[in-house]
């Protein structure tokens, strides 16, 4: 099966400005997960949905950061506006179900490189 | 709070055995998984623990203490594509069941 899917593979940009991801979770996954990965660090979850409802956006920076899933498939996930600290990797993953059932493994995207200068 | 320690590097010797300890402590544990990422590619998944004992899955082993709040994997008959970092990561359900990474450990084999 096709896995995690995201673009651009990279961005660059200056700070201020807005950029936006995409991401389409394994066919048939319910849950998809947004994570930012700092150079040196583990993932951080920023916000998780079930189908389209947001389950999780606790460690989201909402004056910043905003994310859908309208049709509960493909996700977007945008930064507006950038700052010097939003550098990291951003990362895609799905789960078949929510995560407090049993194992439950999520597939991860490659991931978008975003640097901000 | 939530933490989780790992070693922040690691070095051994292809051919060889290598174990990389991560301890946790967290509330409301619900499992612990441990994955595989290479420089630029996507974590991918390589075990998980809930119950206490030791899991086997080719050259790589996961073990799980739960009372200490200790997890290892230990690989094998290292190869040099074994190179990369290795996530530890704690599930809560007290947290929405969502997943704690540790910082990751970067294992280098050397030939």
């Known amino acids: 099966e096709a896995g995690v899917a995201q673009s651009p593979r990279y961005k660059i940009i200056e700070k201020r400005q807005s950029v936006a991801f995409w991401c389409n979770p394994i066919s048939g996954h ?12 583990g993932p951080k979850l920023l916000i998780q949905f079930q189908n389209n409802g947001v389950v999780d956006d606790s460690q989201l920076p909402k004056d910043r950061f905003s994310a859908e899933r309208l049709k509960g498939v493909d996700s977007t996930l945008k930064i507006q506006p950038a700052k010097l600290e939003d550098s990291a990797v951003y990362l895609c993953a799905s789960s078949r179900r929510g995560q407090v059932l ?8 490659a991931g978008t490189r975003l640097s901000v200068l | 709070g939530q933490n989780i320690d790992q070693p922040t590097e690691m070095t051994a010797t292809e051919g060889a055995i290598v174990q990389i300890n991560c301890t946790y402590q967290t509330s409301g544990f619900n499992g612990l998984f441990w994955y595989q990422q290479h420089a630029g590619e996507a974590p991918t998944f390589l075990s998980y623990n809930v119950l206490d004992g030791l899991e086997e899955k080719g050259r790589f082993s996961s073990f799980l203490s739960r009372s200490k709040g200790y997890s290892y994997l230990l690989l094998k008959e290292l190869q040099m594509k074994d190179s990369a970092s ?26």
């Open chain 1, 30 to 41: 319910a849950t998809l997960y947004w994570y930012q990965q700092i150079l040196g660090q």
């Open chain 1, 102 to 109: 049993a194992k439950n493994i999520q597939y991860f995207g």
């Open chain 2, 86 to 111: 290795y996530l530890c990561a704690v599930r809560c359900y007290n947290q929405g069941g969502k997943l704690i990474f540790g910082q990751g450990t970067e294992l280098s084999v050397k030939p």
